[in-house]
């Protein structure tokens, strides 16, 4: 099991970076997490929009150039065995420095990345669905940021695994759904409308979320991007969440609530289909 550590490709039980990494001190860092299907990385280059913008966002410099990226991720894979189905993690920071809140005047930006294999999701959650709970959403007002600062998210998602669920819905002071800890929300309303709140500052823009975006847009599934409420969520015919490793998910419970027949809708079921192909076709 081989890591990437500025510049370096070593053994993953050795992989460090120092105590005084910001990243480490103040979570002044940002990441993403990119699907590895038979030995690639797939929609690199939305990531990287996504990568830019979050480092821009916090003017942390960017460490090398997509294309040195690029050929570090295809060495990291090569090295890992090219794993069928995985995830490639990325991280950088603002850097090592003495700690001190302020820009450290010349720190040099840590990137780090792993790759793990994973089991593909099992079919029978994809077909049967999960449950969600609500919880407030406590988080900074930029989750659009991709950033490391996660601990919200760490205790919601613990908090839902414990309540018996697999993921958390967070709401916003009006009540209204903006995510999940690792995922975005969506409802079908009784009109058969697909619903997703917009990405706004307040939610990750998930690329699984511009994919099955355009897919519905493809399929001519009426799309409408607007907050809902927990109450319109609860009493929707569909629900579902999508991510890079969740896949396109049915939601068949929220804080107890059956959402519709209790069985995956209509609508997820042909977005989740178109996903699953595309994930099969990608080159
Ligand atoms: N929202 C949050 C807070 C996330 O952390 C993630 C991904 O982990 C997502 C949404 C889904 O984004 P993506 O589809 O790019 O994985």
Known sequence: HIS????????????????????FQFADGVY??????RGRVLDAERHFERLTRSLAALRIPAPMSRAALQMVFAELIRRNNSPANGVL????????????HAFPPRAVPTLVATVNSLRPVDPEVLRAGVSVISLPDIRWRRPDIKSVSLLPNVLAKQQAL???????????????????TASNAWIVTADGDLVTRPADMSILNGITRLVVLELAHRSNIRTVERPFSLAEAKAAKEAFLTGTTSLVKPVIRIDGATIGDGRMGTITAALQAAYLERLEDEE
């Open 32 to 37: 993403e997490v990119f699907a590895i299907r």
């Open 4 to 23: 990437y550590v500025n510049g370096h490709y070593v053994r993953h039980a050795r992989a460090r970076v120092h105590i005084e990494d910001r990243g």
């Open 89 to 100: 993690y990325l991280q950088i920071t603002r850097g090592v420095a003495p700690r001190t």
């Open 162 to 180: 414990e309540a018996g669920a697999y993921e958390a819905w967070l709401l916003d002071d009006s009540g209204m759904v903006t995510e999940g």
